[in-house]
């Protein structure tokens, strides 16, 4: 059955995993409606890690590798949109997404802070007890972030840090995509949604 997700873009690093996320999320067939949120930092992470016409919502939709009818599917929020339909527990989402989840935000859902469209949206999946997936990205964590990271595990959040499978043993050149397509398929398996495993899964 089509469902709508949510994936919010915060400030952290790792830009290339939002990109894959949105493509292999609707090329699985069962998204009607990816709601996408970045917010201001991130859009100057998007600047320099993928180039300046990425640098927004709109230009993260407009620039991912997708048919045209897939690429219908994304709605892009400002941040500061907070009338939003995804602001209010009565629109239904199978799950949200925050891709990469810098520190701040992190901290900022952990004390219930909800100062942008991402973080009331992250907040709303929290008290809904829907799926929330938290690509952490920073390295070493702090006493303060593990805390924080704790607080939301017990909330019901999913810590997802994009750790690489290295049992995969890809070929150098490919590592990245490899690694990025199998972090991808693990947050749509958390997610319940049907992903094409390509070899990237375990086996003995």
Not at 10 to 38: C, I, N, P
Request: charged share 20%; with cysteine.
């Amino acid at each position: 059955m089509p469902c709508d997700l949510a994936l919010l873009v915060s400030g952290g690093s790792g830009m290339v995993l939002a990109a894959r996320f949105a493509q292999a999320a609707l090329e699985s067939g069962r998204v009607d409606t990816l709601h996408l949120v970045v917010t201001g930092p991130a859009t100057k992470v998007l600047a320099h890690e993928l180039g300046p016409e990425w640098a927004s919502a709109r230009g993260l939709r407009d620039s991912l590798t997708l048919r045209d009818d897939l690429r219908e599917r994304i709605r892009p929020h400002l941040d500061s949109e907070l009338t939003a339909s995804i602001s209010s527990g009565s629109h239904l989402l199978r799950g949200v997404v925050v891709l990469p989840c810098s520190a701040g935000t992190a901290g900022a859902l952990a004390n219930g802070i909800s100062r942008g469209l991402v973080q009331r949206v992250a907040d709303v999946a929290l008290k809904q007890r829907w799926p929330l997936l938290l690509g952490i990205r920073e390295t070493p964590m702090s006493p303060i972030l593990l805390e924080n990271l704790l607080k939301l595990a017990r909330a019901g959040a999913h810590i997802v840090p994009p750790l690489p499978a290295f049992y995969l043993k890809p070929d150098e050149a490919a590592a990245q995509e490899v690694f990025v397509d199998h972090y991808c398929m693990r947050l749509l398996d958390l997610l319940g949604l049907p992903v094409k495993d390509e070899g990237l899964r375990w086996r003995e």
